[in-house]
């Protein structure tokens, strides 16, 4: 595969990117801000504050470490929402994927590609919660299983 052909297809996957994405960027941000909003007037930071560190290194040290917790919770169930985003962009776009797919078995009315469809769905949402679960673990010290 060459340069061009690459750019190409990402320039090609760049509506199915947007998408996608949109809604998601839009919501992690307006709760970042929710989480970082509720983490800045707490007193460890003053007393960061008052050591004599930097606001900036303050804030992304401190400040967001912790308001990061919540975050990643979110995304774990975030992830399924990635895969229905993905069939209203095929189905939009006409891309031929697994949206695409998913959407003739809903016409066609078969029942084992739609229950093989949401065990993939539901498995999707399980791998999901777990691997937030273990990200969190190594993001927050104070989090420990035993």
Known sequence: ??????ASYVIHLLPAFVIVGSPMFASIV?????????????????????????ELRVIMKHATRNALNPLVSLLGMMLPTLITGSI??????????????????????????????????????????LLADLLLVVLDPRIRYE
């Open 30 to 54: 307006r709760y970042m801000k929710s989480s970082l909003s509720n983490e800045l007037p707490k007193t460890y930071l003053d007393t960061a504050r008052a050591k004599g560190i930097s």
């Open 88 to 129: 209203i962009a095929s189905y939009t776009l006409g891309l031929p994927d697994f949206g695409m797919f998913f959407i003739r078995a809903v016409r066609g009315q078969d029942q084992h590609v739609l229950t093989a469809a949401l065990l993939f769905y539901s498995t999707f949402l399980v791998v999901g919660n």
């Open 1 to 6: 595969m060459s340069f061009t052909k690459f």
